[in-house]
């Protein structure tokens, strides 16, 4: 704690503060600190603590683990977005008749995203079929994805969802043709709010509607809040959308102490709607302001380089040079033509810098996506010298994963009525994979001759082969064990069962292996979510095969266990976004790919945008190139900013002549940081 | 795996699951390992129970917290006319005033003899100088006396809270604690406590948690109840299938007792965390 944060600590006994700062000033330890003293006097089950996202809570978490065991009682870590689903469970008796449900509805069936997008999927196939969408090319995932992130989002900037479509098509200003695309956005949407309504379902966006319009107006629920809290810990406010601001805003009257901490830099999450103009209402409200505006941990060198970087407008475009007078910043030695040109170079500088005793966890490779590709490059490069790399990729399709595949296609041949399609080189893979001692060239010598009985279950012939016979064993066990499968509706038993009663025996892969029980089990549980989510006129059978479906169709995400977590020990391989709302600083970065303009532009997102449907866009004004260019120049910034101050040694720019998907690319960034080392060398010369 | 931490937190779950099984406690605790657990009908059956039991937990913490009676009764019968039946039960045995103190799901963390606990009450509450607790069994079998007289809810529920009134001064002489059974009204079991309870409980406390931390890794065994794994997540891993683990009508109530009194109902970790 530094002379500034205890200068704040000592103010904020008893007063509703607002503190900001940019990320790495110290709010959140400052915040830390206080919470440490408050909980040596007062009962921990008075205090809530908000973050925008649960990886935010580790430093919190941290705390409660050093305090004395009687101390840690229930104090509780929470988001709004979590807050308002345990709330409307709790309060669903007072909020249904509320809701306008067709029917009354015992209790809130919550729908997963995944069963989101699957039920939206199931709403706009027909439409697809009468030509609606048919100008868009999307694949089936992000088309429902962008639906319903509408939706989502007119939920949480707080305006009725009927307005989607003629929100969109105000702010247009390219072809015509795309204004019928909003109306078919429209449509869409509006059919899957009725559809919920009618069967009782709460997708996302109805939770958070009920939360602001239904459940934080009644007298009973702002009761219990009265009585089960009395001070607030809200940190990252500029990271929640505005309704969230509008419930604290009502809450903050009836609170005795709160502490909300703004990072000035913030708004990461704007493309979810975040909004750091609505957080700012918050300030107003409260009965004291401070701010912390120096970095702490931060060399000197990144300071200066920030300046710069804020300083720049339009460039050179060609990196001229590998010379740099900073010593925090630098290009990765070496001229690299191909992205796994770039990749090698990478990897030799990782194993120097862990050859060197650095903690691989204390090294991140940010890059503005990571593809199954690059992973796998990585992986590969760094595995050799024994370095594990891991991944954070939350919007990763579960199937992404080799063992969750692979059990997808048992289930495919375990129900031959469902008809869904197998081919060749999936069927190689999961039999390679499940069976010990089977390689892939075998494996798929034998999917070549794959055939099927009258029934529709798959048959190999594996007599004659030269395969040893505890693996023709293995496989005439496999298939014996699809056969025979009784045909449970449910699909968790096909899973359990396959799992308890087969793969985890000696000859198959699964035996004893922890990591591979884990991934089955958090199928296992994906499925009961999704089952969850469906209608309970829904059959078992029906539901199971559309859960393998969607899976097919990369609609089932959040199969991995654990996937928000960071284990030590490995290098961190994450794209710039998820890295920066971990807020949690590391030694060396790598930046990937630095021409891609991937690292700053705004997706693309032809049913949705972020910025339109925003309380600060004002309804009817048209969105032009020159606001495109201006978010993408604001994003740079803010990205560059955000990277440089959660970095305590070095940033290494790593670039190729050709990106991963073989295009040469000029991005803003290249010029900026081109712009940067040019000014260093300028600088030294002066 | 290492060693048990030094701030590990005893609890009723975990300790009724190390009395059954030492080997289980250490994956499910120590080692933290997910696994499969078998899908049987008999399991299905038991989502089903602890659904029922979630949603009635439920409607009576939303009784205790102030939520409108009629409006709860009209829910509950949404779920059905058992949970409707159920909550009047509950709600008749405690008509609410505004003197009265009723904390529903309560936890306290409580250190007895410098080792760590915690209990989670469904009801706590103050009537007439008595401390109450309340813990609602909405199981369909009849309740097994014996085996809740042995679980280590029975003995940690009360200890804790005790220990916890002693920490502030109050006397827990009159303590009393009532397993509600709500399917069974006449077979709820009440008991009061006393010092000769409290001294009995604390030893058995403090001698089962030092038998755990002194275990090295290898003396987590499995047990030789084979009983005991018959509904066991874990019987894959062990390789203690069905077969290996047959049942008499008997064992598998005593089976599924003790996976009841250990709150192990659910199916494998089914339990959503919060998001």
């Known amino acids: 704690m530094n002379t500034a944060q205890n200068a704040i600590l000592q103010g904020l006994d008893g007063r509703k503060t607002w503190l900001q700062g940019p990320a790495g000033s110290g709010k959140t330890s400052t915040a830390v600190a206080w919470l440490a003293q408050r909980l040596q006097k007062h009962e921990a089950e008075r205090f809530l603590v908000l973050t925008p996202q649960r990886t935010l809570w580790g430093p919190y978490s941290h705390l409660v683990q050093t305090l004395p065991f009687g101390a840690r009682q229930r104090l509780e870590l929470q988001t709004i977005s979590g807050l308002s689903r345990q709330m409307l469970s709790l309060f669903w008796p007072e909020v249904m008749p509320l809701a306008g449900f067709d029917q009354p509805q015992a209790e809130p069936i919550f729908l997963t995203v995944d069963a989101a997008q699957y039920t939206m999927g199931q709403l706009v196939a027909p439409l697809l079929d009468t030509g609606r969408f048919a100008t868009i090319t999307l694949a089936p995932h992000r088309l429902y994805a962008q639906l319903l992130d509408n939706l989502n989002k007119a939920a949480l900037v707080g305006f009725d969802h009927t307005e989607i479509g003629p929100r969109l098509k105000a702010a247009w200003t390219g072809e015509p043709a795309q204004l019928q695309v909003y109306d078919d956005v429209q449509d869409a949407v509006s059919q899957f709010r009725r559809h919920c309504l009618s069967q009782g379902l709460v997708d996302f966006s109805l939770q958070v509607e009920l939360f602001d319009q239904v459940l934080r107006k009644l007298p009973i629920f702002r009761q219990y809040l009265r009585k089960r809290y009395q001070v607030l810990l809200y940190d990252n406010v500029e990271e929640d959308p505005p309704v969230f601001h509008d419930f604290i805003l009502d809450w903050l009257p009836d609170l005795e102490e709160a502490l909300l901490l703004y990072d000035e830099e913030g708004g990461l999450r704007s493309f979810l709607s975040a909004d750091p103009v609505s957080a700012s209402r918050l300030r107003k409200e409260v009965s004291s302001q401070e701010a912390l505006m120096l970095p702490i941990n931060s060399l000197p060198c990144f300071q200066k380089v920030m300046k710069l970087a804020e300083n720049w407008r339009g460039a050179p475009t060609k990196l001229t040079g590998h010379g740099s007078k900073f010593n925090c910043l630098r290009l990765l030695p070496g001229k690299y033509r191909f992205f796994t040109e770039l990749l090698d170079g990478v990897a030799l500088e990782i194993r120097q810098l862990v050859s060197d005793g650095n903690a691989p966890e204390k090294i991140a490779v940010l890059s503005p996506f990571v593809s199954d590709v690059l992973r796998f490059a990585l992986e590969t490069r760094l595995n050799t010298d024994g370095i594990q790399v891991q991944t954070l990729r939350p919007s990763a399709p579960g199937l992404s994963d080799p063992a969750l595949r692979n059990l997808t296609t048992l289930a495919v041949m375990a129900y031959p009525a469902w008809n869904l399609p197998l081919d060749k080189w999936h069927l190689a893979n999961a039999l390679a994979f499940f069976i010990d001692d089977l390689d892939i060239v075998r494996a798929q010598s034998l999917a070549e001759n794959m055939g099927k009985d009258e029934s529709g279950y798959f048959k190999l012939s594996i007599q004659g082969s030269d395969l040893p016979e505890q693996t023709q064993q293995s496989i005439t066990e496999l298939l014996d064990w699809l056969q025979g499968w009784q045909n449970l509706p449910d699909l968790r038993a096909f899973f359990s069962g396959i799992f308890n009663s087969l793969l985890s025996r000696p000859g198959f892969s699964f035996h004893e292996d922890p990591d591979l029980g884990a991934k089955t089990n958090s199928l296992i549980d994906s499925i009961r979510r999704f089952n969850d989510g469906l209608p309970a006129t829904a059959d078992l059978g029906g539901a199971g095969k559309a859960f393998i479906q969607a899976s097919l169709q990369g609609l089932i995400f959040g199969l991995n266990p654990g996937q928000w977590q960071l284990e030590s020990g490995k290098v961190l391989l994450l794209p710039a976004t998820t890295f920066l709302m971990r807020n949690a600083p590391v030694d060396y970065q790598f930046w990937l790919g630095i021409a891609s303009s991937q690292w700053y532009q705004r997706l693309e997102q032809p049913l949705t945008h972020p910025y339109v449907l925003s309380r600060n866009w004002p309804v009817g004004r048209p969105w032009t190139s020159q606001d495109e260019l201006n978010l993408s120049q604001a994003n740079l910034d803010r990205l560059v900013k955000g990277l440089l101050r959660r970095c305590k040694q070095e940033v290494i720019l790593c670039h190729s002549q050709y990106s991963e998907t073989g295009n040469e690319e000029r991005g803003m960034m290249l010029r900026l940081l081109q712009s940067v080392l040019k000014h260093s060398r300028e600088g030294e010369r002066a | ?275």
Request: proline residues 5%.
């Open chain 2, 1 to 275: 795996m290492d060693k048990l931490p030094d701030n590990f937190v005893f609890s009723q779950s975990n300790l009724q699951n190390f009395m059954d099984c030492a080997l289980r406690f250490k994956l499910r605790y120590l080692e933290r390992m997910p696994w499969p657990a078998p899908f049987t009908l008999e399991a299905q059956g038991f989502e089903a129970e602890r659904k029922a039991g979630d949603t009635i937990h439920r409607l009576i913490r939303g009784y205790f917290e102030g939520l409108d009676p009629l409006s709860l009764l009209n829910n509950a019968l949404l779920h059905g006319e058992l949970t409707e039946v159920w909550l009047r039960q509950v709600m008749d045995a405690f008509p609410l005033s505004e003197s009265d103190t009723y904390r529903a799901e309560l936890r306290i963390d409580q250190t007895l003899g410098g080792v760590p606990a915690t209990a989670i009450y469904d009801l706590v509450g103050q009537e007439s100088g008595k401390v109450l607790i309340i813990d609602w069994k909405s199981s369909s079998r009849r309740p097994n006396f014996r085996r809740i007289r042995e679980s280590a809810q029975k003995r940690l529920f009360p200890l804790v809270m005790a220990a916890h009134l002693q920490e502030w001064q109050t006397e827990y002489s009159n303590l009393e604690m009532t397993f509600w059974e709500l399917n069974f009204p006449e077979s709820s079991f009440r008991f009061i406590y006393n010092q000769d309870l409290y001294a009995a409980d604390l030893a058995w406390f403090m001698e089962l948690t030092a038998q755990i931390k002194n275990l090295s890794p290898e003396g987590f065994q499995a047990t030789d109840d084979l009983r005991k794994c018959r509904y066991c997540q874990y019987q894959s891993y062990c390789r203690r299938g069905p077969a290996e683990a047959p049942e008499a009508k008997e064992d598998r109530d005593e089976a599924i007792d003790a996976m009841i009194q250990a709150g192990e109902i659910e199916i494998g970790d089914l339990r959503v965390e919060p998001l």
